[in-house]
């Protein structure tokens, strides 16, 4: 099928930057949209930005003008550069990819979560 691995995750302090990447890898015929989500401990998981295979992306209103998304096609890679960190942006990312493998089955798919603690 289709394994999608991130990486990038870590400590950080409020006001820092970290940058997540995600590479989708296996049965791949066509990736449509790619996107970030974060759950923190007791919430549930949220949007935090996406985007579609012609590069056209969608933000929570809380991290707008603070994170990037962004993706290599040719890669199948998405990146979520993070700027400006607050301590409530502390939770596990999970990367997410909506794709059609080469068996034509179109399936939600998602990474293992790196964690991120924004905190001194």
């Known amino acids: 099928q289709v394994q999608l691995v991130e990486s990038g995750g870590g400590l950080v302090q409020p006001g820092g930057s970290l940058r997540l990447s995600c590479a989708a890898s296996?049965?791949?015929?066509?990736?449509?949209?790619m996107g970030w989500y974060r759950q923190a401990p007791g919430k549930q998981r949220e949007l935090v930005a996406a985007?579609?295979?012609?590069?056209?992306?969608n933000y929570r209103d809380s991290v707008k003008g603070r994170f990037t998304i962004s993706r290599d096609n040719a890669k199948n890679t998405v990146y979520l550069q993070m700027n400006s960190l607050k301590p409530e942006g502390t939770a596990v990312y999970y990367c997410n990819a909506d794709a059609l493998t080469t068996g034509w089955t179109r399936g939600d798919y998602w990474g293992q979560g790196t964690q991120v603690t924004v905190s001194s």
């Open positions: 296996g049965s791949i015929f066509s990736i449509y949209a």
């Open positions: 985007i579609t295979s012609g590069g056209s992306t």
